[in-house]
């Protein structure tokens, strides 16, 4: 093993007893008589374990205990005391201790204890790697989707986010433009600059001036001191300019001689300062048109559009409802502290055959009412607005029609189109699977790439590990 344990007792002979026991387990092991030297050795560097002992010269376990919680980190540790009492353990319990044991120690418990505490870190440092190394590869983690739409949108993404150009996100409101930025800046060169965001709508021009360009001391009334703007602010970075199609015409032009020359003059100010930045502009609005209609100027519109990524409406992808309503279904679950684990078919078949006007947001607010409202462990279609149901048959759709099927993909975060070309848009011939049959394919991919470590699996899941062993004996796969 290379898991690092700490055994901190003021008994020589059980110091000597236990570490050469761990010894032979195949741990480092080191020893301190006393907890102001363990604390030292911890800061320099932190254990896997610690067995410590509550009654100590000088600093006591629990104030130990205490000062490791404190500083963070993954340490676990297990406290040891002499004495009996219901109290001690509650508050070691209370001060985040991972097991409380009384003396005489058994040695094989104490074992068992120990291997269980380092698989624990082991286990959220693995996980912690495999989600930064999803974050790193693909930028993507937040957005979610299947359908052909989608993927030919993720591999836009992958495309041109290396590539130092403006790029012209258009869609309708609540399709993700603002999560489409920030896969594009987490997957450029500048992702360890910033990314400074800000919504053009419904501000003035001297609010939008002050707020892009900055301003000098004594600008304008109130200009107390000298302030950066957020572009300025933004150096080396990104920056999302959100609802572009809202900005005054006045804006614009100042817009357009920031970014041919890459330059901004602060409010007030008379020394120009240089700029590097990549711009993400985003819209819901038609640009073509209102250049046509001259509300927008066509030279600030060839600027922005190097690259244009447009993103579905939600009813223009409807595979990804089933997708999308699970994971919020567990992202609303967590938050709210309820035990919704699955959305009912036949709630399913409603949310499917909806339009979805307000897209992926109107399904998020819709699925967190929902959540908000069951009692269950299954969101049924009574946890639904009955607004739904009279929309539905208002316009004619059959909500018993089956769930329309992503395939055999994973829950979350998209990955690269296969080598043999880009998937096929869901149509005649292709086979439709029941979300139960979505979940054994799913789990049993996680299980198998995890070397069927159903610790880890449960994690990757973001699943308790009753719950995938239920999973696991319901699917025929334990």
Known sequence: MDARIAVVDDESAARKRLGEAFTREGYTVETFGDAESFLVRQGEAPFDAVLLDLRLPGMDGLTALRRVKSAGGDTEVVLV???GGLEPAIEAIKLGAYHFVAKPV????IRNLIKAACDKVALGRTNRQLRRALREEN???????ASAPMR????????????????LIQGPSGTGKALVARALHKLSARREAELVSFNCGGFTEELIASELFGYEKGAFTGAAATRAGLLESAAGGTVFLDEIGEMPPSMQVKLLHVIQERRILRVGGVKPI?????IIAATNRDLKSDVAGGRFREDLFYRLNVVNIRLPALAERREDIPLLARHFVD???LLFHKTVREVDQSALRLLCAYDFPGNVRELENIVERGV??????????GDLPRELGRMNRRHGRDESAAVPAPGDIPDLAPQAPADDGPPAAPGAGEELLSLEELERRHIAR?????????????QILDVPRTTLWRKLKQFHLD
Not at 153 to 166: E, Q, T
Request: with cysteine; aromatic share 4%; hydrophobic share 40%.
């Open 81 to 83: 005391t002499g004495f």
């Open 274 to 278: 240089d700029l590097d930045i990549r």
């Open 446 to 458: 996680v299980l198998q790439s995890t070397g069927r470590n159903k610790s880890l699996a449960a």
């Open 331 to 333: 992202k609303y679950s």
């Open 152 to 167: 030919a949108v993720f591999d836009l993404v992958r495309k041109i986010a290396p590539v130092n150009c403006n790029v």
């Open 139 to 145: 930028g993507l983690e937040s957005m979610i989707g």
């Open 372 to 381: 908000a409202l069951c009692e269950g462990e299954r969101l049924g279609p």
């Open 106 to 109: 058994r040695l094989a418990e």
